[in-house]
């Protein structure tokens, strides 16, 4: 039975739609990332779920119960907040308490559960403060502490580490996933880092502008992204897209653009009727080209080297469209140096110029 | 540098040495008269020392205004807290944001009318025969007559209402206020932890705001002490004693009845001593 239903959930503030016919059903104990730019609808959807904001039209349940018009107490989810939102004016302890005692748990349980709770995040020693005298990932961690303790259905996270600095972020990141691991509980998440959707999410479900782009898993959406807006936002650094004509040469696929033409076999594509798309390589894919190889090359001048540590990534413009290519730190050129690159044809992506959508076969379902 | 050092000094020290003697002169003033025994009728005068001060305790008159005092401050104080309070929150929760600042320009204009003006518009409104607050009375009962003014177990009554139609709705303005400055996410939080809409209120909004509350209370106490144009308007202490707060006794004592300066003087400094000692103390138990 799928843990969360959203069919066909819209969501106005007046005449301005922010979601709009969105679709989505969440498996029990799964992880989901909600990933996209800011003003995207992801937070929205969430607060959605929590109940927080009303459900515009169409209809959400959790766990099988018809969730529009029950109260954010009622919906069997806990959430997280971006910042935190504990109670200022009260102890850990009574912050992490306060569901329990509103739901007239008796005050020995709420005792024992806290404790337990406090005991697996590490809190123990906190339990008699204040949030303001907690560092911020401790305060997160009390944010989830006081969501785990309701023992919820599902868990709702909102940007829960965009507050926290980038090494704190790496370990609260960890524990989430060490926690999901262990709790099993349905995870609902939302971000706009892309690594953590990566690291975190059995599946993405990629947004934009209030309707979904795509749903897969990270790797299906890193491989096979399904549009332009997919390739763009995923993985960093950025993919290269070089606008191509389609023709054909000699039995084979002729791109040309960027002052050069590609050569391809083009089984996965499925290019027919199409005279216009847009060619996607990752810079990571980019290899140095050998003296030998002549076709699918994107050569140029280095004007811009920035080290990533073990690589780096080299830019050039190409045809007058900047290219860049991550490449081992060792193979470096100099700046201003003339550079050669090539691909696989394996590597490539390819879409339509003007609806987008890539022109990838389906692989048929086996 | 040193001339822009000495410009704070320039403004401050005239203004603050005005305020000195402004202040401390008629305080020194009145305690050196509370030790003679001055008269408005002549000009003779003699040191008396304490005795005003003792026939003060001995005064039933004296102990009624304290007691009068005393339960116009916790009577005031309370009832604008709880009206304050409630109607701030009410709003919170029920109005929408246009509907809030409409009700807020209303509640603000009651304190904006010159305190003498609202105790006559009050007295007006008190009287048993045309007054709109009796209309209901009179129209439930028949025509009964029902005077809260010359009643002394309701005179106090009627004329806190007074004080509290002006500060508390003032009051609630201020409170809806701070409410809106609270950030959401904590009452988010309280509503996905099962807390109802006065629990969010009771356990987590008005806790965050104990501080600014604390002040106004504060306000509240210190307008209060200055009741005496609205109970001279509406009863002027009466009927009887009834609403005789200490600096309407002193002011009957001094200028009215008797003239006895010396006398009203000695209130007046009992006062001032007892509302320093009291401010003091809430004051620390407060910041503790």
């Keep these: 039975m799928s843990a969360i239903v959203c069919s066909h959930v819209d969501k106005s503030y007046g005449a301005t739609t922010v979601i709009h016919d969105l679709n989505l059903s969440i498996e029990e104990h799964e992880f989901v990332v909600f990933l996209g730019p800011s003003g995207c609808g ?64 008796p005050a020995a349980e709420i005792q024992k559960r806290v404790e337990a709770v406090a005991r697996t995040l590490g809190l123990e020693p906190y339990l008699a403060r204040k949030p303001t005298e907690l560092s911020g990932g401790q305060q997160q961690r009390v944010a989830i502490a006081r969501a785990m ?83 763009g936002f995923i993985g960093t650094p950025n993919m290269n897209f070089i606008d191509v004509a389609v023709g054909r040469k000699d039995d084979r696929w002729a791109l040309t653009g960027a002052g050069t033409t590609f050569s391809f076999e083009g089984s996965g594509f499925d290019l027919r009727g199409v005279d216009r798309a847009v060619l996607g390589v990752r810079p990571p894919d980019l290899k140095t080209a050998d003296a030998g190889d002549s076709t699918n090359l994107l050569q140029g001048t280095a004007d811009l080297i920035e080290f990533h540590g073990n690589d780096a990534l080299v830019t050039f413009a190409c045809g007058g469209k900047e290219v860049s290519a991550l490449v081992p730190a060792r193979e470096c050129p100099a700046l201003r140096a003339p550079v050669r690159y090539t691909f696989e044809e394996e590597s490539i992506h390819l879409f339509d110029a003007t609806s987008g959508v890539s022109l990838r076969r389906q692989e048929k379902l086996s | 540098m040193r001339r822009r050092s000495s410009l704070p000094v320039t403004f401050l020290v005239p203004t603050l040495a005005i305020l000195l003697v402004l202040s401390m002169v008629p305080t ?64 919170f929760e029920v109005a929408s944001p246009r509907l809030r600042n409409i009700y807020c320009l209303l509640f603000i204009i009651p304190v904006l009318l010159p305190r003498v003006s609202a105790a006559f518009v009050w007295k007006f409104a008190y009287h048993p025969l045309y007054g709109i607050a009796t209309y209901p009375y009179r129209l439930i009962t028949g025509g009964l007559i029902f005077d809260p003014l010359s009643k002394p177990s309701t005179a106090l009554f009627a004329v806190a209402s007074v004080d509290v139609w002006q500060w508390g709705l003032f009051f609630a303005v201020i409170v809806l206020k701070l409410l809106e400055t609270l950030p959401p996410q904590p009452i988010e939080a309280a509503r996905l932890d099962h807390a109802r809409r006065w629990q969010i209120h009771a356990y987590v909004t008005l806790p965050m705001l104990k501080a600014p509350l604390i002040s106004l209370m504060f306000v509240k106490m210190i307008e209060s002490l200055r009741s005496f144009d609205l109970i001279y308007v509406m009863t002027r202490g009466g009927p009887g004693v009834a609403t005789e707060t200490l600096d309407m006794y002193a002011f009957s004592q001094g200028f009215i009845e008797s003239g006895k300066v010396s006398y009203a003087s000695a209130m007046a400094v ?14 620390k138990r407060v910041q503790a």
């Design chain 1, 42 to 105: 992801k937070s929205t959807l969430l607060r959605m779920l929590a109940g927080l904001e009303d459900i515009s039209g169409g209809e959400v349940s959790i766990g099988g119960r018809v969730v529009n018009d029950l109260e954010p107490g009622d919906r069997g989810i806990a959430m997280v907040f971006q910042n935190y939102a504990l109670y200022p004016h009260m102890t850990i302890f009574d912050n992490i308490a306060f569901g329990l005692k509103r739901q007239k748990v």
């Design chain 1, 149 to 231: 303790i309701k023992t919820p259905k599902v868990f709702l996270f909102d940007e829960p580490l965009s507050n926290l600095d980038a090494k704190l972020r790496n370990h609260m990141r960890v524990e989430i996933a060490r926690l999901h691991q262990s709790l099993k509980t349905t995870t609902v998440y939302v971000t706009h880092d892309q690594l953590e959707a990566m690291t975190l999410a059995n599946r993405i479900v990629l947004l934009k502008d209030g309707v979904i782009e795509q749903i897969g898993s990270p790797a299906e959406i890193y491989r096979q992204p399904g549009n332009l807006f997919v390739a």
């Design chain 2, 28 to 91: 020194l003033y009145a305690i050196v008269i509370a030790l003679q025994n001055r008269e408005l009728s002549s000009s003779d005068y003699s040191w008396v020392w304490l005795s005003n001060f003792i026939d003060l305790f001995l005064d039933r008159r004296f102990l009624n205004a304290v007691w009068v005092s005393v339960k116009w401050e916790i009577v005031t104080v309370v009832a604008t807290m709880v009206v304050a309070i409630g109607l701030g929150v009410l709003m």
């Design chain 2, 270 to 283: 009992l006062m001032m001593i007892a509302t320093v000692i009291t401010f003091t103390m809430l004051w």
